[in-house]
């Protein structure tokens, strides 16, 4: 049997083990690597929306 320490330890180690999945998932999909980087550049040049004017334009746009 585990003790309740050695359970904690392997819970974490599965956890952490899924999110480096998640990770390398990510970085080998290209597109979506892309999207994320225009995304930062987006957020550092402040071209950024608030909740109610993104409702706002899509609302303008019909498709909300």
């Known amino acids: 049997m585990l003790s309740a320490q050695e ?3 392997l819970s974490e180690t ?3 083990l899924e999110e ?5 998932e990510v970085l080998r999909d290209r597109a979506l690597t892309k999207s994320i980087r225009d995304s930062q550049e ?3 040049a402040g071209r950024l929306y608030t909740i109610e004017e993104l409702k706002s334009k899509l609302r303008r ?3 909300l």
């Open 61 to 63: 746009e019909g498709r």
């Open 42 to 44: 987006d957020a550092k």
């Open 7 to 9: 359970r904690k330890l």
């Open 14 to 16: 599965r956890d952490i």
């Open 20 to 24: 480096l999945l998640e990770t390398e």
